[in-house]
């Protein structure tokens, strides 16, 4: 995905996570400025459903028990839904 963007993996990572409805915040860890430059890079543009789709699915894991019974609950597929 970074590739077709012509954006930074850390980019495309931020991008990614401040589309999901769950997450309320992200915190960018920068070492140095040019860090922080590159991580304020992944405001102001979106990913594509597709793009969006493709990482989602790259990163579906079952999580583990306890917790594995909640991704089956009505209420997480519609906190969490597939972006089409």
């Known amino acids: 995905v ?3 963007t ?5 980019q495309i990572a931020i991008n990614w996570l401040l589309q999901r409805p769950t ?15 590159q991580n304020l890079g992944a ?3 979106s990913l594509t459903a597709e793009q969006i789709a493709r990482l989602d699915a790259a990163s579906s894991v079952t999580a ?6 909640y991704r089956r609950q009505a ?4 906190l969490n839904p597939p972006i089409v």
């Open 2 to 4: 970074a590739k077709e």
């Open 6 to 10: 012509g954006r930074s993996v850390p």
């Open 23 to 37: 997450v309320s915040s992200v915190i960018i860890g920068a070492r140095n400025e040019e860090q922080l430059r």
């Open 43 to 45: 405001v102001g543009w």
């Open 64 to 69: 583990p028990y306890p917790y594995f019974p």
């Open 75 to 78: 209420g997480f597929a519609r």
